[in-house]
C-alpha cells in the first residue's frame, strides 16, 4: 500500500505546496478539465465492465460444470501472457 500511497502523497504535496503553485494550475482552462474528466469517465467504464464480464467468467467456469471449461479457462489467460508493447 505504501508503494502505491507515496508517490501520489509526493505529487500532491508539490502540486500544492510548492512556491510555483500558480504556475503549477495557470494552465488548466475548461478543455483541460474536460479531458481529465473525460479520461476517469473511461478509465470507470471500464474497470465496472472488465469486473462484470470477468466475475461472469469466474462464476461459470468454476461453480458450473461446462462442456470446454479447460479450454476456456486457457483462452482466458492469453491475455495476461501478450507482451503489452506488441500492439
Known sequence: V???LLPFVYVVVVA???PDTAQ????LDARTISLLFKSVLLA???AFF???I???????????????AATL?????????VSPYVF
Open 50 to 52: 472488465a469486473t462484470l
Open 2 to 4: 505504501i508503494l502505491i
Open 24 to 27: 503549477n494550475f495557470s494552465q
Open 73 to 81: 479457462k486457457i483462452l482466458v489467460l492469453i491475455p495476461l501472457f
Open 54 to 68: 470477468g466475475g461472469a467468467l469466474a462464476f461459470f467456469l468454476y461453480k458450473t460444470e461446462m462442456k470446454f
Open 44 to 46: 470507470a467504464v471500464v
Open 16 to 18: 500544492f505546496f510548492s
